[in-house]
């Protein structure tokens, strides 16, 4: 098995094109490790101002993201690749005239000049054609939606949403020269937290890490019924600690966990959902997850390590869930252990998986004595670097570093550019207060049901998330339905959470799921098959949202919490009977309807005599299927 450098990028809206490896590749692998050498500077040493530290954060990456993502992604033409290089250097421009002209309108007393508005207007117009490019044509569409709302039609409409309207000039202005628009919260988000652990995870795959997290997990169930299934599971949330991408996670640990999952007898569809189910969870799985856990403590202000420690265990829950099913289907279909077991000693692959665990641990407890999350970030990769010297095999070597510098950057070019466009989205949201009007919205159709709420959202969710990446979805369902849950009590850290765990579903519910699309790609299974069968494999997504608003499992106390998980644990295990129908033997359909009271009775809050009643339940059940004859 060869090593896993790097994460490899599927082919499509969000991967470079293949015309960057020409000769000019090494110039561009330079310049973008100095853009990463930039943000570690000005995210630890640097004194920049937000704005101007964001407005390089567009500036740098959209040079790079012109060169490497054409016009057209099935037609490449030396004039195409002329005009991109020269809109790069008027995006970079943009970003120069604000730092030089900054002080001059300030001195005018925030009176826009003409030049001001062109540069203004050009990096809106550039930020919007790069996201085109790198996410497709929705953000755009909404940021452009959205803004003509503000400029034009909003004073059109009645009733709730109507607008009175802003003039160009104070749009473009707000937008380019403030904390409300393109270089806002969101942009700072990007620019720090974000790009920080993208490179972080970029030097830990780049010093062996995904080759150490499949070695580990294929030992580690070696000997459990449908073994490499497993190994997808666990793989996959180990990634997820250093990937934070569904897509991502599922092509690289898909691209090995797959063709074993097949020879050893799982169907190619379902192997394909196990990963794709399991790839997902890398997104809910601390400490990166994604991007969500960055902007979910910026915006709520709650300490970035506070996130990660409520997340890790609806995060463990969620990945037994996928392995209750890729056990029981191992159960079913008489799968044994794996076939490839090469019997390597656990504790030999974690003394050789020490480089990549010293970092992880180092990054761990800076984060526990209160350092920001970028500061960890910037002296992790330090220690990735330095710890990566007690490898012979995995010593980054000066022309190491700079390819993980350059990785680093290119895989923050679409993240970056889907941030940045979506503040003009926040921005023009919050000039308007459409996020009041539409949260009152709610409460009112709900009829003040938090239950009836929460489907409101869980369907606005699967909306939008088949239009837009998963983060994005997550910010315009925060701004607007945050306020009505908070509104019904729930606490602004659930209310994130259960918006950030809904705002996934997007990757593995048809129609639009790209996580199984990439899956079934790699299986040779038909894409919605695939997609149905990951939707049905991660129910969790959809259960956990609810104990969030209704027990102590996000906000209670530790006891409070582990009291929880424990009987969500059993009652995640229940609820995967019902639905697989399936233990020792086939279960009968009164099994099946006693498993999901019992799954019921073990996620209802409180009432712990009620939860007492659901695990003798699940146990009877377990004895009588087990027993030859006897059934309900």
């Excluded at 063709?259 to 959902?273: H, I, Q, S, V, Y």
């Excluded at 098959?529 to 259960?543: D, F, Q």
Aim: charged share 10%.
């Amino acid at each position: 098995m060869g090593k896993i450098d790097s994460v490899p990028k599927p082919r499509g809206k969000d991967s470079p094109s293949t015309s960057a490896a020409s000769p000019g590749k090494t110039v561009i692998t330079w310049i973008a490790a100095a853009v990463a050498l930039f943000h570690i500077w000005a995210n630890t040493l640097g004194n920049l101002s937000d704005l101007w530290r964001n407005s390089l954060h567009l500036g740098l990456l959209g040079i790079l993201g012109f060169i490497l993502y054409p016009w057209f992604k099935r037609r490449v033409t030396k004039i195409g690749k002329m005009i991109s290089l020269l809109l790069g250097i008027l995006i970079l421009s943009t970003s120069i005239y604000l730092i030089l002209f900054e002080e001059a309108l300030h001195i005018r007393n925030e009176v826009p000049s003409a030049f001001d508005l062109v540069f203004a207007g050009l990096a809106i117009v550039l930020a919007l054609e790069l996201a085109r490019r790198t996410s497709g044509y929705i953000i755009p569409a909404l940021a452009i939606f959205f803004l003509t709302y503000v400029l034009w039609w909003g004073k059109l409409i009645e009733g709730l949403f109507s607008f009175r309207g802003m003039t160009l000039s104070r749009v473009l202005y707000r937008m380019f020269f403030t904390d409300e628009g393109l270089f806002g919260m969101i942009a700072s988000i990007s620019s720090t937290y974000v790009f920080m652990f993208i490179l972080f995870a970029a030097f830990l795959l780049k010093s062996g890490g995904g080759d150490f997290i499949i070695r580990l997990s294929r030992t580690l169930t070696r000997k459990i019924s449908g073994g490499p299934g497993l190994v997808a599971v666990l793989a996959s949330g180990l990634m997820g600690t250093i990937s934070g991408s569904a897509v991502a996670n599922t092509v690289s640990t898909g691209a090995i966990t797959i063709p074993m999952m097949k020879r050893t007898g799982f169907t190619p569809k379902f192997a394909a959902a196990v990963e794709t189910a399991s790839s997902t969870g890398g997104q809910l799985m601390p400490p990166i997850m994604g991007a969500g856990a960055f902007i979910m403590a910026q915006w709520t202000q709650i300490p970035y390590a506070s996130i990660i420690a409520a997340a890790l265990l609806p995060a463990v829950l969620y990945f037994s869930s996928v392995a209750f099913y890729v056990f029981l289907e191992a159960k079913r279909t008489g799968l044994g252990k794996s076939q490839e077991d090469k019997s390597e000693p656990v504790g030999q692959i974690l003394l050789e998986g020490i480089p990549f665990l010293m970092p992880i641990v180092f990054l761990i407890i800076m984060l526990a004595a209160g350092f920001t999350p970028t500061y960890s970030a910037g002296f992790a990769i330090l220690a990735v670097i330095i710890s990566s010297w007690l490898s012979r095999k995995n010593r980054m070597a000066l022309s190491s570093i700079v390819e993980a510098l350059a990785t680093g950057a290119k895989n923050m070019i679409p993240t970056a550019i889907l941030l940045v466009t979506a503040g003009i989205i926040v921005g023009t949201i919050n000039m308007t207060g459409v996020s009041i009007t539409f949260s009152h919205l709610i409460v009112d159709w709900s009829g003040a049901s938090l239950l009836l709420a929460l489907l409101l959202v869980t369907g606005a969710s699967l909306l939008l998330g088949m239009g837009l990446p998963v983060t994005a979805a997550y910010i315009m369902i925060a701004i607007l339905t945050v306020p009505a849950l908070s509104e019904m009590g729930v606490s602004l850290l659930a209310a994130h959470m259960i918006i950030f765990w809904l705002s996934q579903d997007s990757n593995v519910t048809p129609p639009v799921c790209l996580a199984a699309f990439a899956a079934s790609s790699i299986a040779g299974s038909r894409p919605m098959t695939t997609g149905l069968t990951s939707w049905k494999l991660s129910k969790a997504l959809y259960i956990m949202p609810v104990l969030f608003a209704y027990t102590a499992l996000i906000s209670g106390g530790w006891l409070d919490r582990l009291i929880v998980f424990v009987f969500v644990f059993f009652g995640l295990f229940a609820f995967a009977l019902a639905f697989a129908g399936h233990l020792f033997r086939p279960l009968t359909v009164g099994q099946r309807v006693l498993l999901a009271g019992c799954a019921a009775a073990l996620f209802w809050p409180g009432l712990i005599w009620l939860k007492g009643v659901g695990v003798v339940l699940l146990a009877f059940v377990f004895v009588t299927n087990k027993r030859i004859g006897v059934s309900l």
